[in-house]
């Protein structure tokens, strides 16, 4: 003969334990899951500082090229052309 507890105490016990269970589960993914949130957020704060940093390395390019180009500009004038252009009237 088989016996078959249903008292209310055993099924009090099955639940606690999936309860504790599940409670465990949803903490160690929870830890998980703000791990990778936190990883996230560090890596998102990397790419946009290397972004901020080529953004200002191409600028800062441009200004310095720009001002050469103009103090160039300003102390070697260009010379006259030897070519001698002729209008025609019509």
């Known amino acids: ?14 639940a606690q334990k999936y309860i504790d269970l599940v409670e465990y589960q949803n903490n160690h993914l929870s830890a998980i ?8 957020d560090v890596l998102c704060l990397l790419i946009y500082g290397v972004l901020n940093n080529i953004i200002a390395i191409i600028v800062i390019s441009f200004v310095v090229v720009g001002t050469l180009w ?10 006259e052309s030897s070519i001698k252009i002729f209008q025609a009237y019509c």
């Open 1 to 14: 003969m088989i016996y078959i507890d249903c008292s209310r105490h055993s099924y009090k016990k099955r």
């Open 33 to 40: 899951q703000y791990q990778i949130n936190r990883d996230l």
């Open 70 to 79: 103009g103090v160039g500009n300003l102390i070697n004038h260009p010379e």
